[in-house]
């Protein structure tokens, strides 16, 4: 059996506008079947030798040349692999018809299946579709760039899947199981392919993630799939059988009053930077707030002697306006900054203020050792204050020392801003010895 391509059509020899179409021969034995393609040459460029275009022509791009060489290639190329004792001159013309228009002879299953978005292009729908605060958008993308780094390790590590693709209906629990490992260790992964992270950069280099901050991540995978089987972009469902863990969390930290007094008086005149990020530290446990809503605050924030902000985490989803009365020492700390412009406080990097807090902290003499969950190993540990304080540990100051004495969450609530039935906040009810030795006394 021999294939071939051939035109019919002849010009002058200065003709360049006559358009040849380009036709297909088999022949095999007795066999001798033709059929027209849609490909289309000028009969002067034509080379029955080469099967394509003549070597030197003028006015015709290398590239254009090359384009349908390699088409009358692929056409040969399907005759000779498709080609049966049975085949006839219908098959040839379907044939063509067929590479031409492929989906022409497609189910509308297999259409849509080629048209399917992939998951990666679905957790961008996700994100536009779905009601998700900003905060927690600009969480959910750190886990997509994660996710998108992961299939360049798979298609870097292993083996026969240099094209993978994470598709939302073929992620199995074992796909699950891998990625979790990837999660966890993309730390040392980091070192070995610098060219996945170079691709797919973050603003800092990737840390240990600890078991929390693993079922973190999974649960906000889990809700990208329940979103696609909600909207029967998927019937696939594999965190059935893929449970996930409850986060473990230890009994809050935070300084009593006396300990915030302490740094508050500290003389730190010395270093005057450390200083001024005191009183910021010492305002924010007197409103409670997080970091992210402290940076945003300006002067007009202060209305009728209480500041009132609309917390960023739950601006999208459930907007309610925060106030807290500002007491004394918060008043005597605006005053000092008075004069400052644009923000309410001098404030610097969120990464700056947690360190200058340790060193706060260390400089005055606020060392009690306390017990933490390690959040790599979910095992207690013993470390002095000043190692573990933080912005965060502000907002636990005031809601500790507020629950210390109210004992009513719905009251503290109403100043932290936490939403009815918050775990987070649940835990406060487990901080205080006091409280514990008061309910024993009830027995007497």
Not at 88 to 102: A, N, Q, R
Not at 399 to 414: F, H
């Amino acid at each position: 059996m021999k294939a071939t391509a051939f035109i019919r059509k002849t010009a002058s020899k200065n003709d360049t506008n006559s358009v040849a179409t380009i036709y297909f021969r088999l022949r095999d034995g007795k066999k001798d079947i033709k059929a027209a393609s849609e490909l289309t040459i000028s009969p002067n460029h034509w080379s029955s030798e080469k099967q394509g275009y003549k070597d030197r022509v003028a006015l015709v791009s290398e590239e254009k040349k090359q384009a349908l060489n390699n088409e009358v290639q692929n056409i040969l190329n399907l005759i000779n692999q498709n080609y049966t004792p049975e085949s006839d001159s219908e098959w040839l013309s379907t044939l063509i018809d067929k590479y031409h228009h492929p989906n022409r002879y497609k189910t509308k299953e297999e259409i849509e299946a080629e048209n399917k978005p992939m998951l990666l292009e679905l957790f961008s729908e996700f994100l536009v579709k779905h009601k998700l605060s900003e905060v927690r958008k600009k969480n959910f993308r750190v886990i997509q760039r994660t996710l998108a780094r992961y299939e360049l390790y798979v298609r870097a590590t292993k083996k026969g899947q240099k094209d993978f693709i994470l598709d939302v209906d073929t992620v199995t629990p074992e796909t699950l199981r891998d990625m979790w490992d990837f999660f966890e260790n993309e730390y040392q992964y980091y070192e070995l392919y610098p060219s996945i992270y170079e691709t797919i950069p973050e603003k800092r280099t990737p840390q240990p993630r600890g078991k929390n901050t693993l079922i973190d991540c999974f649960s906000r995978i889990r809700t990208f799939f329940l979103w696609c089987f909600d909207n029967k972009l998927t019937a696939n469902r594999p965190f059935d059988k893929f449970p996930i863990e409850e986060c473990k969390y230890g009994t809050p930290v935070y300084i009593n009053l006396e300990e915030r007094d302490r740094i508050f008086n500290a003389d730190l005149s010395a270093t005057p930077q450390l200083e001024i990020q005191r009183d910021i530290f010492i305002f924010q446990t007197l409103i409670g707030c997080r970091v992210s809503d402290l940076y945003r605050m300006t002067r007009l924030n202060i209305v009728n002697g209480a500041v009132e902000y609309i917390q960023k985490k739950t601006k999208e989803g459930n907007p309610v306006t925060v106030r807290v009365p500002l007491n004394d020492k918060a008043k005597e700390i605006l005053e000092r900054y008075k004069d400052h412009e644009g923000k309410l406080l001098p404030f610097i990097s969120e990464q700056k203020y947690n360190e200058a807090i340790k060193k706060i902290f260390k400089l005055s003499g606020v060392d009690r050792i306390v017990t933490i969950l390690d959040p790599l190993t979910r095992d207690e540990v013993k470390k002095p204050l000043y190692e573990v304080a933080s912005s965060h540990l502000a907002r636990r100051t005031f809601i500790g020392n507020i629950y210390k004495k109210v004992k009513d969450p719905n009251l503290v609530s109403a100043l932290s801003g936490h939403k009815e039935g918050s775990k987070a906040f649940r835990r406060y009810r487990d901080i205080d010895e006091e409280m514990k030795k008061d309910l024993v006394k009830l027995l007497d």
